[in-house]
């Protein structure tokens, strides 16, 4: 992947999320986590502290993540074209989305702002390191690694 290619589609994604953050914003208001949406919720499972960072599962959710997922595989589809460079990119993607998105909602709601992003304001964000929630870290290591799968060219077969 040429840098230029590669900065358009972080910068791409990152803008994707600023516009979703504001989406979410207007849907979601103070209460983040869908906790005032008329929607179901799984409260606690074990499942859930191994896979979604202890926080619970909504009806939104359910339904919002694999939308994401398949709006970001849409280029591959129209393209006709799929590899496995190409699936990394699209995690990566999404990884690095999800984890923007999330930030921005904070940065951007008015409820909230920079000042209120800490463990003690928001409560569905149960495991922190250090300034940000645990999944922000992991999420995006795997995406930098993914990005960086992603851009490795193919060995050439002598």
């Known amino acids: 992947m040429r840098p230029l290619v590669l900065v358009l589609t972080l910068g791409w994604t990152v803008l994707l999320a600023f516009f979703f953050a504001n989406v979410e914003i207007q849907i979601e208001g103070a209460a983040g986590w869908a906790a005032n949406l008329p929607t179901w919720r799984i409260e606690h499972h074990w499942l859930l502290d191994i896979f979604w960072g202890g926080r ?15 709006f970001f595989h849409f280029p591959l589809i129209f393209a006709g074209r799929w590899n496995w460079r190409a699936e990394a990119r699209v995690f990566a993607c999404i ?6 998105e999330d930030f921005l909602w904070f940065v951007l709601n008015p409820a909230y702002g920079v ?7 928001i409560p569905w964000h149960i495991h922190w390191w250090g300034p940000a929630p645990s999944d922000y870290w992991v999420s995006l290591s795997i995406s930098a690694v993914l990005f960086w799968l992603s851009c490795r060219r193919p060995k050439l077969k002598a």
Do not use: E, V
């Open 115 to 121: 000042a209120h992003f800490a463990p003690r304001y």
């Open 56 to 70: 619970p599962m909504t009806g939104y959710h359910a339904w919002l993540f694999p939308c994401m997922g398949l």
């Open 95 to 100: 990884m690095l989305f999800w984890i923007t």
